[in-house]
Nanobody, 113 residues
Framework: QVQLVESGGGLVQAGGSLRLSCAAS????????MRWYRQAPGKEREWVAL????????NYVDSVKDRFTISRDNAKNTVYLQMNSLKPEDTAVYYC??????WGQGTQVTVSS
């Protein structure tokens, strides 16, 4: 069965960095685009970044452009989200998603001011 397991979240001060990982299993990872979403307390879940199956194409929500970088390692069946210059408003549970279907369980990111 499809499994997506996020890791790498935690507590960081504003201006700091974190790298999230999402380990995928149960499907042919290299055939699927992958996405990161986040959900802040009291807010709807929002799309953050996407990467094509080959990694050759990426896109980001405006609020994270030039700060976050999505990447993937198809040999390791893993997608990453490098988050730099973190702001308190980046505080959320971060989820990875296989294209538009399966979700991971999420990892908490908390940015203190």
């Amino acid at each position: 069965q499809v499994q997506l397991v996020e890791s790498g979240g935690g507590l960081v001060q504003a201006g700091g960095s974190l790298r999230l990982s999402c380990a995928a299993s149960g499907f042919t990872f290299k055939n699927y685009g992958m996405r990161w979403y986040r959900q802040a307390p009291g807010k709807e879940r929002e799309w953050v970044a996407l990467i094509s199956s080959t990694g050759g194409s990426t896109n980001y929500v405006d609020s994270v452009k030039d700060r976050f970088t999505i990447s993937r390692d198809n040999a390791k069946n893993t997608v990453y989200l490098q988050m730099n210059s973190l702001k308190p408003e980046d505080t959320a549970v971060y989820y990875c998603r296989r294209e538009l279907d399966y979700w991971g369980q999420g990892t908490q990111v908390t940015v203190s001011s």
